[in-house]
């Protein structure tokens, strides 16, 4: 299986930067095929949230319209890590941010982190 801990979150000021990390690990770490992060708006269940950026399997970026432009996603599969570089935040990317990593391949099974607290307020 596959274990992920995200690393990152805090508060921000509009206008603002953070950066993510989310950490893999696991005996099936090696199996990973793509990696991802969503966020979870308050109120709003999990499975609900945004899917916000995607490495795909191939090596492709993907970004939701609300983040392109102002966040990076990367992927080191050497060091097992994924991280999100966020800036110009907004308060409407406050949310829960989760890590999710799929094994094998585009219908494998999913794992998720424990997810990392984005605040973005004045």
């Known amino acids: 299986q596959v274990q992920l801990v995200e690393s990152g979150g805090g508060l921000a000021q509009p206008g603002g930067s953070l950066k993510l990390s989310c950490a893999a690990s696991?005996?099936?770490?090696?199996?990973?095929?793509?990696m991802s992060w969503y966020r979870q708006a308050p109120g709003k269940q999990r499975e609900l949230g945004e899917l916000?950026?995607?490495?795909?399997?191939?090596?492709?970026?993907h970004y939701s319209d609300s983040v392109k432009g102002r966040f990076t996603i990367a992927r080191d599969k050497d060091k097992n890590t994924m991280s999100l570089q966020m800036t110009s935040l907004k308060p409407e990317d406050t949310a829960i941010y989760y890590c999710r990593a799929r094994l094998y391949d585009i219908s494998g099974p999913m794992h998720w982190g424990l997810g990392t607290q984005v605040t973005v307020s004045s």
């Open positions: 696991g005996r099936s770490v090696a199996n990973i095929y793509d």
């Open positions: 916000v950026a995607e490495v795909t399997g191939e090596g492709a970026l």
